[in-house]
């Protein structure tokens, strides 16, 4: 899997749009690039993921830049209870047995 | 559908007990990974299982440590011979396949305290 790069932490003002980047300069073609985040003491929680193209589900966007070496997750109106780490991950879906690699994420922290 | 079910939530065991986690897949999911999370730190990957076989255990500790995921039944992760420094959350995840795109879903984990 291709290795990401993420800031450890950032900031956001409650109600205003929190921005997520992600480096993966290695991606190769048939990777997806998926997003979890983990709030305290609970397990990992699926926000999206795309290859390609720009995603939008309920949850958040995913803007993934033309030559996909790097993307951004989108929170649009971020609430207190967004405050968690964030992963971005690379995976291929062409096979392999090795399951998903967490780095260290990004510590996002909602301030009122 | 109740998603993925882990117990139990805590778990307490002396040095030198065995430790026993399980976990329920959500329904019609075949494949389930185990990580753990050591204290302030990240997840890490320990092995995936689909039913009946174990397709990669490469983040398994060599000694001490076994999955298993029956025919019938939850996956279990087992832990022998407990030592302080197994002490951490243990997550399980579920998937309909290995090659999905969905992602996985995760239980909300086992704490598992060594005194």
């Known amino acids: 899997d291709a290795k990401t790069t993420q800031p450890p932490s950032m900031d956001c003002a409650e109600g205003r749009a929190a921005n997520l980047p992600c480096n993966h300069s290695?991606?190769?073609?048939?990777?997806?690039v998926y997003w979890y985040r983990q709030i305290h003491s609970q397990g990992p929680q699926y926000i999206i993921h795309?290859?390609?193209n720009n995603e939008t589900n309920e949850m958040a966007s995913l803007i993934i830049t033309e030559d996909r070496k790097s993307s951004t997750l989108i929170l649009p109106h971020a609430t207190l209870r967004d405050t968690a780490v964030y992963y971005c991950?690379?995976?291929?879906?062409?096979?392999?047995?090795?399951?998903?690699?967490f780095g260290k994420g990004t510590h996002l922290i909602i301030q009122p | 559908n109740a998603g993925v079910m882990q117990n139990p939530r805590h778990l307490v065991r002396r040095r030198g007990q065995e430790a026993r986690l399980r976990c329920s897949p959500m329904k019609g999911h075949s494949h389930v990974y185990w990580y753990r999370q050591l204290p302030e730190e990240g997840l890490k990957f320990m092995v995936y299982?689909?039913?009946?076989?174990?397709?990669?255990e490469s983040g398994m500790p060599k000694e001490r440590f076994s999955a298993e995921f029956p025919k019938e039944g939850p996956s279990i992760l087992r832990i022998q011979q407990v030592v302080r420094g197994d002490s951490a959350a243990y997550f399980c995840?579920?998937?309909?396949?290995?090659?999905?795109?969905?992602?996985?879903?995760f239980g909300s984990g086992t704490r598992l305290t060594v005194v």
């Open positions: 290695t991606i190769s073609g048939n990777e997806y």
């Open positions: 795309g290859l390609k």
């Open positions: 991950i690379v995976r291929g879906t062409g096979g392999g047995a090795d399951g998903l690699t």
């Open positions: 299982l689909q039913k009946e076989n174990i397709i990669d």
């Open positions: 995840a579920s998937s309909p396949s290995h090659r999905d795109n969905y992602g996985y879903t």
